[in-house]
């Protein structure tokens, strides 16, 4: 398998290839604005985390848009982040959004917006409290 590790943060990278270094050379590392750079293949698999928290809705849409073309037909996209909950109360009460994670969604609102990037399969795998794990295939 062929892994691509890409963060626009080259300390974020640095800690990934620390962490990967049991894989010798196999993972490539870029560092790069993801909505600019000029991918050269698609991916069967694309994972995310802690990215979509602190992007607007815009952004998002922008980012879920470009996932979304370079994914491999039936391709998957995987993502782990802060969401927040539909009750501004319960938000305030576990400062959800003074967490470092300045645009939390609801859940909801980001499955809607898989459907808008014309994901066509999206789901919820697994969510405590204002963590989550969500899917959707190309």
């Not at 963060?7 to 962490?19: F, G, P, R, S, V």
Request: glycine share 2%.
């Amino acid at each position: 398998a062929h892994v691509t590790c890409f963060d626009i943060d080259k300390t974020q990278l640095e800690k990934a290839k620390a962490n990967l270094k049991e894989f010798d050379d196999r993972p490539e590392f870029i560092a790069d604005d993801f909505l600019t750079h000029d991918f050269e293949e698609q991916f069967d698999v694309i994972v995310s985390s802690f990215t979509m928290s602190h992007l607007d809705k815009k952004e998002k849409l922008q980012w879920l848009r470009k996932i979304h073309s370079l994914l491999a037909e039936n391709g998957y996209f995987i993502c782990a982040d802060k969401t927040a909950f539909r009750s501004i109360e319960l938000n305030d009460a576990l400062d959800i959004i003074n967490s470092g994670h300045t645009k939390p969604n609801p859940i909801t609102s980001e499955l809607s917006l898989l459907r808008k990037a014309n994901f066509s399969l999206r789901d919820v795998i697994w969510r405590f409290r204002d963590y989550a794990v969500w899917y959707a295939r190309k």
